[in-house]
């Protein structure tokens, strides 16, 4: 543990190096807590140093290595130029690059500058474009280099996707296309830490768009992605516009990029919120500007659905790689669809979308989700014939693993994410919110096309579809917040004592445990070694009960959650019953697990 004074002196330090590179604003926020004395400020500023998560740095723009700031996105950049040095991503290369995007938020721009001087200063080209970029182009940027640059070989995004307005953060994609996996995460976090100091040469934020090596790929890359979504996506002809489709961008970058895949498909434009269609860093008309919240965040959005009779809303979050979707009912109410059920019905689309003459050899094709995600897709995957594959948590995993099938010759139909993350097919290798959204707009109006008049109910009528087929899957995400890491492995060092993972009280409450995997220790004893098959060390474990269903607890990478994923299966003409039964199993993983009371937990809503 660190101690108090070795904290002081490294905060000094730290406020010496952020007034060095220009941030006198962090440094003096960070001199005013040395000078106060106050200990516990300083120590939660600098310790633990931010380090990548499921979708890189994340955290609040504030004084301190714990945060997101000017000095950290330097050390960062200088942490990655290493290892693009050490790894040898430059080695033969004639004209490298890297490419750099940023979002709406306060200081994106900024800190994509400072980025960018460091690779200038290295004679690395960085194509940095004019305007804000949703985050899906930095994988596209990669996958598919354009003739007007040098080919990035490196990723970068300046976003906090759906955060609160006071964070920010760092994407990084390798020369796959992909966001990094351990243990390149590491090697970067380790090449960060290994000399904290800005020694780097460096060109100045406010010179580097002047500058010879800096590439405005803005006009040329939205051109080329946009031609890509419309080959993969455009139907001849375009199903007609039943009613109009509600879209907002949550305050964030989607907009343009919507209005021109639409444009590109044939689609009737949709109806923007115009509250929230240009980005806002304030995020003014939302606490949160995650569209996975529900009815609180859609609230213009289904207002202006009723204003306009729209029967469709369909949201991004503010960098535009998810997708929120709400359909009106026949009772006039709007239903908000979780990832999962979205998940499937996107499955299914993009399965018909196939020539008849792909599918004639469904095992060639291959569906993506993560090991938290319904088994639902599986079934679907197994009722068509096609092959399934499962992930940790994490596009950065689906995304990779998306490129081994497709160079193993395998077609990805469809990869998906319960947090409303999709991916049809692999023009990218991230989710995208802008595919996704054309993916929607088409199969709703090809089912309006067809269901003689009626506009509502569309999609939950297919989904009823699909769970006769395959059974009817419910599954719950739920939270509860805890901000301290040592309570979480606490709570699950106490179930995994001696390898019992509690057993014998879930046994008591009914429900047999068959099979337990942890992915924090490895332990698995579904395989016949009795090792998982997954990466391990993430904070994760996965129950399967003896009724089929399945159960997994596991800390969230980006924010201070303790998350749980319950899913029970049974037949789709009664529901109602597979609803309960989930619910008592889910009383349970709190109960057993959690235990919200002893361990301080705060549940959502609370």
């Not at 455009?234 to 949550?250: F, G, H, L, N």
């Not at 087929?469 to 599954?475: A, E, N, R, S």
């Not at 309570?487 to 001696?498: E, F, G, K, P, S």
Request: hydrophobic share 45%; charged share 20%; net charge negative.
């Amino acid at each position: 543990m660190t101690s108090p004074s070795t904290t002081i002196d490294a905060a000094k330090q730290w406020a010496t190096w952020s007034r060095e590179v220009g941030d006198t604003k962090r440094a003096d926020e960070m001199a005013a807590l040395v000078e106060a004395g106050d200990e516990e400020a300083v120590a939660r500023a600098m310790v633990p140093r931010i380090a990548f998560g499921t979708s890189g740095l994340r955290a609040k723009m504030a004084a301190g290595a714990a945060h997101m700031n000017t000095l950290v996105v330097l050390q960062t950049t200088q942490g990655v130029l290493r290892v693009m040095r050490e790894t040898g991503v430059l080695e033969g290369v004639d004209k490298p690059a890297v490419f750099i995007a940023y979002d709406g938020r306060h200081e994106s721009y900024h800190y994509a500058k400072t980025a960018a001087g460091v690779f200038l200063a290295a004679g690395i080209s960085v194509l940095l474009p004019s305007k804000t970029m949703a985050t899906p182009f930095a994988s596209y940027s990669i996958a598919h280099p354009l003739d007007s640059a040098p080919a990035p070989l490196v990723g970068i995004v300046v976003t906090a996707s759906h955060n609160p307005a006071s964070d920010n953060g760092y994407k990084v994609y390798w020369d796959n296309g992909a966001a990094i996996l351990p243990p390149l995460a590491t090697t970067i976090s380790d090449a960060i830490t290994r000399d904290l100091a800005p020694g780097f040469d460096r060109v100045l934020p406010e010179d580097v768009v002047a500058h010879e090596g800096c590439i405005d790929v803005y006009d040329d890359l939205v051109a080329a992605y946009i031609a890509a979504l419309s080959h993969a996506h455009r139907i001849d002809p375009p199903p007609a516009a039943a009613k109009p489709v509600v879209y907002t961008a949550m305050h964030g970058v989607g907009t343009p990029f919507i209005t021109a895949a639409f444009a590109a498909v044939g689609q009737e434009p949709p109806v923007l919120v115009a509250e929230q269609a240009e980005a806002d860093p304030d995020f003014s008309t939302v606490t949160f500007p995650n569209p996975e919240e529900g009815k609180g965040a859609l609230k213009l959005a289904i207002e202006t659905a009723n204003r306009v009779g729209a029967d469709l809303v369909l949201a991004n979050d503010p960098d535009a790689d998810r997708l929120a979707v709400a359909e009106r009912g026949a009772d006039g109410e709007f239903y908000i669809f979780n990832g999962n059920e979205l998940g499937l019905l996107f499955a299914a689309r993009a399965w018909t979308l196939l020539p008849e003459a792909a599918r004639e050899d469904p095992s060639s094709h291959v569906f993506i989700n993560t090991v938290v995600s319904s088994s639902a897709l599986m079934a679907f995957a197994k009722s068509v014939g096609a092959e399934y594959a499962s992930t940790l948590t994490g596009f950065k995993y689906m995304g990779n693993k998306a490129i081994e099938l497709k160079e193993a010759g395998k077609n990805v139909v469809f990869t998906y994410e319960e947090a409303i993350g999709f991916l049809p097919g692999t023009i990218v290798f991230d989710k995208d919110g802008i595919q996704s959204a054309v993916l929607a707009a088409q199969y709703w109006q090809s089912l309006a096309a067809g269901a003689g008049g009626v506009t509502t109910g569309l999609f939950r009528t297919e989904l009823d579809r699909l769970y006769a087929t395959i059974g009817y899957f419910y599954i719950e995400t739920q939270y509860h917040f805890c901000h301290e890491r040592k309570t979480i492995d606490a709570i699950l060092d106490a179930v995994r004592d001696n390898e019992a993972y509690a057993r014998d009280d879930f046994a008591a409450a009914g429900f047999d445990v068959v099979r337990v995997r942890d992915q924090t220790t490895g332990f698995d004893d579904g395989e016949t070694d009795g090792k998982t098959r997954l990466p391990v060390g993430d904070p994760m474990i996965t129950w399967w009960f003896a009724n089929g269903a399945v159960a997994t607890v596991r800390a969230s990478g980006t924010e201070p959650k303790l998350k749980r994923y319950v899913e029970v299966k049974g037949a789709s003409s009664d529901k109602a019953a597979v609803v309960a039964a989930q619910k008592k199993l889910d009383d349970a993983i709190v109960s057993i697990v959690l235990k919200p009371e002893q361990n301080g937990l705060i549940a959502k809503g609370e």
